[in-house]
């Protein structure tokens, strides 16, 4: 099947994103629509809010996956990777990968040499962890009982040569 990539956010992506987000079964209902918002954010020019996506589609236009990330404010070549989120079907494709590793160019040529990552410490997302130090991220910190008690914030880093 032939994929395609666009950094542009369309008004389509608002439904699409909810959709990818919602359908892997991983977020709450409020952090849905804290991805759906950024793409709206998104929608108002990227150099204005920060955000920037990558989007992969099928040939008809379907959303696959994306990402989101921006850089962090007050630093030098730091940045984070706010959402990476695959259709359940599409998962194992090497969608995901693909899209990180575009990521990670983007990031490097906007001048980035730091990305940052948190996921949960939950079982459900051991998957998500493992994907993480398999393209080569690190654990650096570990904040205890974050989201709630025992479920604790993971922040990963790699550093871009």
Known sequence: MKLSY????LPS????VREVVE??????GE?????????????QGQSLSGYYFIFCEDGSGALL??????PVICTEGSFDLYWIAVHPDRQGSGIGGDLLARTEEKIRTMGGARIYIETASRDLYKPTQGFYMNAGYEQEAVLKDYY????????????LG
């Open 31 to 43: 952090e849905v629509d804290v991805a759906v918002e950024l793409v709206d954010a998104g929608l």
């Open 6 to 9: 666009r950094e542009t956010v």
């Open 65 to 70: 996956g994306y990402t989101c990330f921006g």
């Open 23 to 28: 359908s892997t079964g991983f977020f709450t």
């Open 13 to 16: 992506d608002l439904r699409a």
């Open 148 to 159: 709630s008690k025992g479920d604790s914030k993971i922040i990963y880093v790699k550093h």
